[in-house]
């Protein structure tokens, strides 16, 4: 993976990463959380993702192959 791929995914799952937990914080969320024990599922997906990203783009820097 090149250098500025991993770049890209480690700042698009930080951008991803702090939209979920602002979406957790959200009224909507909190209501799904009083109602149903879980945040909404976009909340969940946001945050997911997030984490996908960081570590797929945090392998991808500093475990990279030399060519």
């Known amino acids: 993976m090149s250098k500025i791929l991993s770049i890209a995914l480690l700042v698009a799952g930080v951008v ?3 939209y ?3 979406a957790s914080d959200s009224f ?3 209501v799904s959380r009083a ?3 879980a945040p909404t599922d976009k ?3 946001l945050i ?3 984490v996908i990203g ?3 783009g945090g392998f991808g820097l500093f475990f ?3 060519q």
Request: hydrophobic fraction near 40%; avoid cysteine; aromatic fraction near 4%.
């Open 64 to 66: 990279r192959r030399e």
């Open 54 to 56: 960081l570590i797929s």
């Open 16 to 18: 991803l990463l702090v």
């Open 28 to 30: 909507s969320s909190s």
């Open 35 to 37: 109602v149903n024990g």
């Open 43 to 45: 909340t969940i997906w």
């Open 48 to 50: 997911g993702l997030g």
């Open 20 to 22: 979920g937990l602002n």
